[in-house]
């Protein structure tokens, strides 16, 4: 269900988590398990806070995009647009530590919502360095490219908008060092596949893939298409002798792969 402006709703397991073990503490009252409760509802509810305060802070930029994002109303929003696609401060200092580390030129992005993921490995990028951004929804391109507008790095962001397979298809012969996917989850299977089969990624590139633990649903439910997705997704990749991949638990997952 979409939320009203700057109402965002819990979409990782560790959000999830503290919300429900909040409600526990006021279920349990009179129940002698109090004390042990709140400790446990304690590491969880502050685990998230505790990590942004530790992380280097985002830009302005990236301060100013994520707060149009949560000001606009996404109940009026075509499909399934809502405010909490965005993947935030915390995700975006990994994708740009990991564009560092890597020392990438050339980025890919497949799901673009708002552009924070975009803009965040812009940032990261040397001055002739690009990301190209894949988008579905014009509108949310469109909102995303305003916002790019008052950047320096959103010059570096180059934005195609329709389906992200013809878009991959239509960058037949391009290279990039680093490939985020992040768009809609019943295509991820067929998007890495296509990666490794048409030369998209350059030798020794970094395929970055998000919502890989989906909210807990591939272990612990409730049985969605989305979670079903990503479990079979994730059981692909961990049998394809291809790859070498490991799942990082920050947010609602980031597997990162490379071809070995
Ligand atoms: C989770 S959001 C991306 C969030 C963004 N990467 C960020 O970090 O803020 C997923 C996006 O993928 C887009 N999308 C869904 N299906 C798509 C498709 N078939 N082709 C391209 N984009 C798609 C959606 O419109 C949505 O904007």
Redesign the pocket.
């Known amino acids: 269900m979409k939320t009203a402006p700057g109402a965002a709703r819990p979409v990782t397991p560790t959000s999830i988590l503290a919300v429900r073990l909040s409600a526990l503490v006021e279920r349990a009252a009179g129940s002698g398990l109090e004390d042990e409760l709140r400790a446990v509802r304690d590491l969880a509810v502050g685990l998230d806070p505790y990590v942004e305060s530790m992380t280097s802070p985002s830009s302005e930029a990236l301060d100013r995009l994520a707060a149009a994002t949560a000001a606009h109303d996404w109940r009026d929003a075509s499909?399934a647009?809502e405010q909490e696609?965005?993947?935030g401060h915390v995700e975006g200092r990994f994708l740009a530590m990991l564009a560092h580390a890597t020392g990438a030129r050339r980025v890919l992005?497949?799901?673009?919502?708002?552009?924070?993921?975009a803009l965040a490995l812009a940032e990261a990028l040397p001055d002739d360095g690009s990301v190209v951004a894949?988008?579905?929804?014009a509108s949310?391109a469109a909102f995303a490219e305003d916002q790019f507008a008052g950047s320096a790095a959103g010059r570096r962001i180059d934005v195609r908008v329709g389906?992200?397979?013809d878009s991959l298809a239509a960058l037949a012969g391009d290279r990039f060092d680093l490939i985020f996917v992040?768009?809609?989850k019943a295509?991820y299977a067929d998007y890495l596949e296509t990666i490794l089969t048409t030369g998209l990624l350059a030798p020794g590139g970094l395929i970055c893939v998000?919502n890989t633990l989906m909210q807990g649903q591939p272990w612990a439910g409730p049985d969605t298409a989305n979670g079903r997705a990503i479990a079979d997704f994730n059981a692909a990749v961990a049998a394809d002798p291809r790859v070498e991949q490991v799942v990082v638990p920050l947010r609602d997952g980031i597997t990162l792969i490379r071809v070995v």
């Not at 992005?109 to 993921?117: C, L, P």
């Not at 894949?134 to 929804?137: Q, T």
């Open positions: 499909g647009l696609m965005l993947s992005e497949v799901g673009m919502f708002t552009g924070y993921s894949l988008e579905l929804d949310v389906p992200a397979a992040d768009a809609d295509g998000d």
